[in-house]
DNA sequence: AAAGATATGTTATCATATAACAAAATTACC
DNA sequence: GGTAATTTTGTTATATGATAACATATCTTT
């Protein structure tokens, strides 16, 4: 995926600080702790904006830091706590990891993912949560979780 | 997943059979071969009739032929052409592969996945459908495909 | 039967993810 | 403040999933 285009209703560092403070306030109220590794892996992720593999983060991590490059169970490990507390999501289409919006819902929400940009949106719609629940009902099926992940073209790159 | 516990609504012997009828047909329709390496695995993955892995494939094919065991590419080459002619799905979150339904619609249906006993029903909802279309045009994103993997409880085993 | 195309075999390797244990940092408690 | 307990991070090795590149075999057409 290219690198992202950026559009004008998308204030991008506006966009991260928010994601961090949100972060930073859930942790706390939480009592659990966004460690100086975990948030700068937040920070990455929301930097890109766009799925990124584990990987690509021991990658950036290691670009943007002087430090070592870390290990894949460093990140590993960060990436599984910020999925453990809804701070990100899995796209388990791309084996990549994306910011995830708000962390406060136990939300099961769709993910638009511009395969162009790797712009990825976040969305939660009652409609579409009704016609699974539906779905699942008339096939007798209990949900307890679902992947939406729908690909194409966002705005922008359409 | 345990061993599915079949249901008495679903005579798997026949599942698998029509199945295999539908793939032979279509793929003459389309001047495709099914081989007998592609037919075989086709066959194990219907005769699991939940997500079955490409090396629990290698696994399979070993011990239900008397050859040796298939080397990854092997395998991953019949998965492709199967996956090709819509007579498999890919399960994202499982890494894994289950038999198409419908091989006939270009469809993008919903898959229910038991997680106690591995059964994959695949759901065909228009009203799922409309709902992440009218999602997506509501965030003016243009959909090319789309993954929707429902865990949860089968009706035998909630 | 030969040539071309398609499918499969083989070896090596890349990509993604985790297990197991050691060291360091943080927190809790006295 | 100092020590124990807990949590986090580092490190090494390895499991698991997937593909590249090239060789051999099989099928199709003539």
Redesign the pocket.
Known sequence: MNKIKLNAAHDHDACIRSALTRAESLCQKRG??L????KKILELIWQSHSPL????LMDLLQASSD??R????????????LLENDLIH?VHSL??FVGCNNPLHKHSDALFICSNCGFTDEVHSATIQQAINLSASQNRFSVKSQVLEVLGLCENCR
Request: proline share 7%.
């Open positions: 659990v702790r460690t100086r590794l975990r593999g584990a990987y690509d430090r070592e870390v290990a894949p169970p460093t990140v590993y490990r960060s990436l599984d706590f899995k084996n990549a």
